[in-house]
């Protein structure tokens, strides 16, 4: 039997929090379904699936996951809404995704609230997720009316050429638990004015965040006649996810998570020949050369080191610092480190609540130790927090030589290396020197030295920025990164056209019948 639930009134959630899940029909003792389709919730029958709160381990939810079988049934839910939705004018369906941007906008605290009560994000950082929902619903809205295709001149007399955007179908998008709300929203409201509907996994670790967001998205929908275009499915990734990546009713799979979750999805998506979008972690670098701006280098790479419990795949794993302001900058950042106030989520003032579970922690701590029998030396944290779980722990700092074999790989956590190098080159050598490609920084004055690592041999990821941290990007540009990074761009500039299929057409005015490459036939 599954305990009852704590609606945690008493842990600083929100009236409004409370009144959606109220409106989710979540109440103490509940069970919540974990499939969605077009009739709303589905009697789901799969295994019960407990959110737990990272902070206290506090239940906050249960739910009932889906089978294959009720899968089946929301794809076949998307897939008839998508038989209409593709019908009605790109504008119009901006102007839908507005309203769900309206209803984000008025639930921003309350989501972002459960956002912090299910995956230990502060409080800024959840509303900051939900705020990520509202920009790319803004900017989706905008691009509805700006599905540009190219015309063309045509190598013959009284012919045009053109090509135009249409919509692919059926999306499926898989996402983490450390952006359980903003990595959907990326997909499905970009995918929604480009004309498809979405079948969203989300992960287990977020099961309440995805009901949550997802039925604010569903009631707008239904409202206008487009019940089941956003559906959700909360299942397993042996059962559930790996009908969905070898499901043929879905020609593209957006997926974020681990580098092995990704090559997997790569595999079977690749065998089917469908298209997807991976977004797959990195080992993220900042540089800091000897005449950077000190001050501003310790407050970006505290935020992008320490920030989100270092669980972002944009964190910052390695800070590479030129020998002449070495030991300034790491006298700097242990001093900042060990100011960092750990502790709720929830609390105002706290700046790092919990990892996920404790299995994160564990990694971390395992990491820390292998880190110091292969030549790293811990100057500060790593340790446990007083008072605190076993998924806290303070934030690690080592001095890392540069052939440290674990610099190379990711750390889902917070624990970050400072090596030592000389020169620019040196520095732009070891931070490609990774097996990821997501993001980078540079902290210089030197326009030549910042141009340099924006130039074509410099940051090899797919975010180079300079004098600001590796995380935090906005969404008006393309997101995503190179090598086992997986290769994907989400979010915006021109990344919509991964959910459209292109058409170019070809169209004779003449009363001739000329052929292209000067062919006479006949
Ligand atoms: C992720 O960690 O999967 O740039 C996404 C950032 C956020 C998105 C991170 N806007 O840090």
């Not at 509805?144 to 190219?150: F, H, T």
């Not at 006298?331 to 105002?348: E, H």
């Not at 998924?391 to 674990?406: D, E, H, I, K, V």
């Amino acid at each position: 039997m599954p305990e009852p639930c704590d609606l945690l009134y008493t842990r600083g959630m929100n009236e409004a929090a409370v009144d959606i899940l109220q409106s989710l029909g979540l109440q103490a003792g509940a069970t919540l379904a974990g499939a969605w389709g077009a009739a709303g919730p589905l009697a789901t029958t799969g295994a019960t699936l407990a959110s737990r709160s990272p902070t206290d381990g506090a239940l906050l939810a249960n739910v009932q996951e889906a089978t294959v079988a009720e899968y089946d049934q929301v794809v076949a839910d998307a897939q008839a809404a998508f038989a209409k939705w593709r019908t009605v004018p790109a504008p119009v369906r901006g102007g839908i995704v507005r309203e769900m941007a309206d209803e984000f906008r008025k639930h921003k605290a309350a989501l972002g609230r459960i956002v912090t009560l299910e995956v230990g994000k502060i409080v800024a950082e959840g509303e900051g997720e939900i705020q990520e929902i509202i920009d790319i619903a803004d900017f989706a809205v905008g691009l509805s009316r700006q599905l540009y295709g190219k015309t063309m001149h045509s190598e013959r007399p009284n012919h045009r050429m053109y090509e135009q955007w249409q919509p692919l179908g059926v999306v499926g998008v898989i996402s983490a638990f450390n952006f359980p709300a903003a990595v959907w929203a990326w997909n499905a409201l970009v995918a929604a004015v480009c004309g498809d509907a979405i079948v969203w996994k989300p992960s287990r670790k977020a099961p309440l965040t995805a009901i949550a967001c997802h039925q604010i998205a569903h009631r707008v929908l239904a409202k206008h006649g487009h019940a089941g275009l956003f559906g959700l499915v909360i299942g397993g990734d042996s059962d559930v996810g790996e009908r969905m990546l070898a499901d043929r009713r879905l020609p593209l799979i957006s997926a974020t998570g681990s580098t092995r979750m990704g090559r997997r999805a790569a595999e079977v998506v690749g065998q089917r020949l469908g298209r997807t979008l991976l977004e797959l972690g990195g080992n993220n670098a900042v540089i800091v050369l000897d005449d950077a701006d000190v001050d501003l280098a310790v407050r970006a790479i505290l935020f992008g080191a320490v920030g989100t419990a270092g669980q972002r795949c944009t964190s910052i794993r390695r800070v590479i610092v030129q020998r002449g302001i070495a030991e300034v900058l790491t006298q700097r950042l242990v001093a900042a480190w060990q100011q960092v106030r750990i502790g709720d989520p929830l609390d105002a003032g706290t700046m790092m609540g919990p990892l996920i579970d404790e299995g994160s922690a564990v990694a971390v701590r395992t990491a820390i130790a292998t880190a110091q029998a292969t030549g790293a030396e811990l100057l500060c944290g790593g340790t446990a927090v007083p008072g605190r779980g076993p998924t806290f722990m303070t934030p690690a700092l080592l001095r890392s030589p540069r052939n440290l074999p674990l610099l190379r790989e990711e750390v889902f956590g917070p624990m970050t290396h400072i090596v030592t190098v000389d020169s620019l080159d040196d520095a732009i050598a070891l931070q490609n020197d990774s097996a990821h490609g997501l993001s980078s920084s540079i902290f210089t004055r030197d326009l030549r030295a910042a141009e340099r690592f924006l130039s074509a041999v410099g940051s090899d990821c797919g975010i180079a920025n300079v004098n600001i941290g590796t995380s935090g990007a906005e969404i008006g540009g393309a997101f995503g990164g190179e090598k086992d990074t997986g290769g994907g761009r989400e979010a915006g500039s021109d990344s919509w056209k991964q959910y459209m299929r292109r058409q170019t057409s070809t169209i004779n005015w003449s009363n001739e019948l000329p052929l292209a490459q000067g062919i006479v036939f006949g």
